[in-house]
């Protein structure tokens, strides 16, 4: 079967995005692999190079130099093809859990990282996994000429710039809380955090950019109360306290995620049992 050539994309000013052939029910179009450098500037950044794909990595390879590999979370799609990448370029990989580096320390909340000619924050924003991270480029700027799926621009932030934000926010839909290792009361905390940098163009791992990233957060964070509101009014019917019981997890399952798809029932699973523990935990 012959693939499709995906053509690299510039979405703002100092970000391209060149999509990743693994396109499915979890990754939308596919992964999102971000290569990042200054106008004019010889070396770049590359942000989770995704699948182990001879294509992908050589196609991103040849838009090097890459100085730095760095990955927003430990999910297969997004550093499978890590390892391999690294050995291509001799670039080091940089990640929040110290298991996924190579020949790079560890990332840290809020440290300021110069490579490619651009300045990177590392901004915290756990809940979908414990390792996620997203990358605030505080000197970036969208671009009018950028592709259909690029954020468009609408220069109202508070903080400036733009951010890579990893599965925390999607450019459609909403995402996974990857219980045990994802946690809701952290997800929410990551939301408020991420909306403080105020309505600046968010770049998401998967679909396309969005223009606003203080009202997707909003977004988001009325979609998740809105859920925890139908596990309560299940909770209810059921007669039953939240608690991690899986007999528990699949009858709230069947209950409030009746029309889901098949091939994302374990993500409503997960989720399921990260809202539990949290209204265990709260309410």
Same mark, same amino acid.
């Given at each position: 079967?012959?693939?499709?050539?995906?053509?690299?994309?510039?979405?703002?000013?100092?970000?391209?995005?060149?999509?990743?052939?693994?396109?499915?029910?979890?990754?939308?179009?596919?992964?999102?692999?971000?290569? *990042?450098? &200054?106008? @004019?500037? +010889?070396?770049?950044?590359?942000?989770?190079?995704?699948?182990?794909?001879?294509?992908? #990595?050589?196609?991103?390879?040849?838009?090097?130099?890459?100085?730095? *590999?760095?990955?927003?979370?430990?999910?297969?799609?997004?550093?499978?093809?890590?390892?391999?990448?690294?050995?291509?370029?001799?670039?080091?990989?940089?990640?929040?859990?110290? !298991?996924?580096?190579?020949?790079?320390?560890?990332?840290?909340?809020?440290?300021? *990282?110069?490579?490619?000619?651009?300045?990177?924050?590392?901004?915290?924003?756990?809940?979908?996994?414990?390792?996620?991270?997203?990358?605030?480029?505080?000197?970036? +700027?969208?671009?009018?000429?950028?592709?259909?799926?690029?954020?468009?621009?609408?220069?109202?932030?508070?903080?400036? @710039?733009?951010?890579?934000?990893?599965?925390?926010?999607?450019?459609?839909?909403?995402?996974? *809380?990857?219980?045990?290792?994802?946690?809701?009361?952290?997800?929410?905390?990551?939301?408020?955090?991420?909306?403080?940098?105020?309505?600046?163009?968010?770049?998401?791992?998967?679909?396309? @950019? %969005?223009?606003?990233?203080?009202?997707?957060? &909003?977004?988001?964070?009325?979609?998740?109360?809105?859920? %925890?509101?139908?596990?309560?009014?299940?909770?209810?019917? #059921?007669?039953?306290?939240?608690?991690?019981?899986?007999?528990?997890?699949?009858?709230?399952?069947?209950?409030?995620? &009746?029309?889901?798809?098949?091939?994302? !029932?374990?993500?409503?699973?997960?989720? +399921?049992?990260?809202?539990?523990?949290?209204?265990?935990?709260?309410?």
């Amino acid at each position: 079967m012959i693939r499709p050539v995906l053509a690299a994309e510039r979405w703002t000013d100092q970000v391209t995005r060149l999509l990743a052939p693994n396109a499915g029910p979890m990754t939308l179009d596919g992964t999102n692999s971000f290569i *990042i450098r &200054a106008p @004019g500037h +010889t070396g770049a950044i590359v942000v989770d190079p995704g699948p182990d794909d001879d294509e992908h #990595l050589d196609r991103l390879q040849a838009e090097g130099p890459v100085e730095l *590999i760095l990955l927003t979370h430990h999910h297969r799609d997004h550093v499978e093809g890590a390892p391999r990448f690294a050995e291509q370029t001799g670039a080091p990989v940089r990640a929040f859990d110290p !298991r996924l580096c190579h020949d790079g320390a560890p990332l840290t909340a809020g440290e300021l *990282i110069e490579a490619g000619g651009v300045r990177l924050e590392v901004v915290a924003t756990p809940g979908h996994t414990a390792d996620s991270v997203s990358f605030h480029l505080p000197d970036d +700027t969208a671009v009018e000429d950028g592709s259909r799926e690029a954020p468009a621009w609408r220069g109202d932030a508070a903080a400036g @710039g733009t951010m890579i934000t990893g599965d925390t926010i999607l450019g459609r839909g909403s995402t996974i *809380i990857a219980h045990p290792g994802g946690s809701l009361g952290a997800y929410l905390r990551s939301l408020d955090r991420l909306a403080e940098f105020g309505a600046i163009p968010a770049l998401p791992a998967h679909g396309p @950019g %969005l223009p606003d990233l203080a009202d997707v957060c &909003a977004r988001y964070a009325a979609h998740r109360a809105s859920r %925890l509101d139908e596990v309560r009014a299940a909770l209810e019917k #059921l007669g039953r306290e939240p608690s991690g019981d899986p007999e528990l997890v699949t009858t709230v399952v069947y209950l409030v995620y &009746a029309r889901v798809d098949p091939a994302v !029932r374990f993500a409503a699973e997960a989720s +399921t049992r990260a809202q539990l523990e949290y209204l265990a935990q709260t309410d």
